[in-house]
């Protein structure tokens, strides 16, 4: 790919976004050229054109609006406890009176609000980060919150599963002993959503079988529990891998844990890491994919020792045996396959090539991924003219096509993705550069959840959303 300053739009407008529960008609080869991606003379991408918000928090399109469900620090949990910094990461679930939020907070060890350390929720007492629990009632105003996981590092991202709980992880290889931590980290815990008792016990146990390393997201194939996970990490850059239940496991509430607690459960399953090759040859680097449409058939090799006990799973590996990649982020299941994405590479940090952004889609069914979307390098982050830098968490949405938060330099935005291929803004953030993070729609489709993490406000978007007949992504 070329290094100069290209046009994200551009980029964006040669996609072909098959697969995303987007409509698009023609050929292949018609799919890829702009002139039928681009706008309909006179016709706005997306919602219009953002009006100002006189509050200088968040910038929506005429007819939407928002509200603060809560303010780190400030808005306190259930037990008269602030709440925690960071919320990064949401899985949103059906309360049957508006939505229940599980939220990851980022916190390593100098937020100014950590998780607080509950008896039975928590897994290090040395640790600051967790996941809380909202509820939410139909008009979005906070109800209540909770601590549902305390102990924890850094929990970044995460994904729900389809048995209705919410996978938190954690992007850490801390050992105990550094940072006042008394047990390991880098593991993924899982969350029920169903109330505060039903964690007790349950939501510190870590799912060692996933593996320790810099987690980022997961996303969870509802036929076969096989578990896809991202690692943000570098020097050298981080792996996409997969894990695969043992014979005989069948998924739902209460499964996971009782494998990580059986007779050999920390090792249970296999953890694999992606090999990708293009006409029979390796490919060391995702980053490599620099038109939109290429396809590379994927291998998976065994990860030898996943806890990674003296040497970081990625370094157990040489570059031979595996395709690295810059950034690997936010993940969600959806049309069959997986959408992942890669947030940025620049060859000063081992990349082959450059851009702001990758969106992939694997497909088990015939074990490819295929690079979806392709954002060149922002020439100007800190002006709003159409180009966007850094996409981190993706949801796909309910309404079609795709929801990104924008974690790069500069001005931040939600980014939506048309039917036809084209970006638009859904949000911009006017009260700081702050990134964005966890979009996720509530499962009627009515609301979109998310947050600027700092200085941590979740946030309810409501508006004349653009409704389809079903979800691309079960409930």
Request: net charge negative; hydrophobic share 35%.
């Amino acid at each position: 790919m070329t290094t100069s300053p290209l046009n994200r739009r551009a980029f964006l407008g040669r996609t072909a976004l098959t697969g995303l529960g987007v409509a698009l008609a023609g050929s292949v080869d018609t799919l890829f050229r702009p002139q039928v991606a681009a706008a309909v003379p006179g016709k706005a991408a997306g919602y219009g054109p953002l009006v100002p918000d006189p509050n200088k928090i968040l910038s929506l399109p005429a007819g939407f609006s928002y509200t603060v469900v809560s303010r780190s620090g400030e808005t306190l949990l259930d037990d008269g406890s602030p709440v925690p910094s960071d919320p990064d990461a949401n899985g949103v679930f059906a309360n049957g009176n508006g939505a229940t939020i599980v939220t990851n907070h980022e916190v390593g060890s100098n937020e100014p609000f950590g998780v607080p350390v509950v008896a039975g929720l928590t897994y290090d007492p040395g640790a600051r980060g967790g996941t809380t629990t909202a509820t939410v009632g139909p008009n979005g105003a906070r109800q209540g919150q909770y601590v549902s996981v305390a102990g924890t590092v850094n929990n970044c991202a995460g994904g729900i599963t389809p048995w209705g709980t919410w996978l938190t992880c954690e992007e850490t290889e801390a050992r105990a002993g550094s940072n006042g931590f008394t047990l390991a980290h880098g593991y993924v815990f899982e969350v029920d959503p169903a109330g505060q008792a039903a964690n007790v016990g349950k939501s510190p146990i870590p799912l060692k079988f996933l593996g320790r390393y810099a987690h980022e997201a997961v996303a969870v194939d509802p036929a076969t529990s096989a578990i896809y996970l991202t690692e943000d990490a570098s020097s050298p850059n981080g792996l996409y891998y997969r894990w695969t239940p043992p014979q005989g496991f069948v998924g739902g509430r209460g499964a996971l844990h009782a494998l990580a607690q059986s007779p050999g459960g920390d090792t249970a399953g296999r953890l694999q890491a992606m090999k990708c090759l293009s006409g029979g040859t390796h490919v060391p680097d995702l980053a490599q994919a620099t038109v939109p449409g290429v396809r590379y058939s994927v291998q998976w090799v065994d990860v030898p020792d996943r806890d990674a006990k003296s040497t970081s799973v990625r370094k157990q590996f040489t570059n031979d045996q595996v395709t690295r990649s810059r950034k690997l982020e936010g993940q969600w299941w959806g049309d069959g396959g997986v959408y992942f994405v890669a947030s940025f590479a620049r060859t000063s940090d081992g990349s082959v090539a450059e851009h702001d952004g990758q969106v992939w889609f694997y497909d088990p069914a015939t074990e490819t991924v295929e690079l979806k979307t392709l954002f060149g390098v922002n020439p100007d982050p800190s002006v709003d003219t159409g180009n966007y830098d850094g996409p981190d968490n993706i949801t796909v949405s309910p309404h079609g096509g795709m929801i990104l938060a924008e974690d790069g330099e500069g001005i931040s935005h939600l980014i939506g993705v048309t039917e036809d291929g084209q970006p638009f803004q859904i949000a911009r953030n006017e009260l700081n550069d702050s990134e964005f993070c966890g979009p996720a729609f509530s499962v009627d489709g009515k609301t979109l959840y998310a947050n600027i993490q700092t200085p941590g406000l979740v946030l309810a978007i409501t508006g004349p959303w653009r409704r389809r007949t079903s979800f691309p992504f079960g409930s």
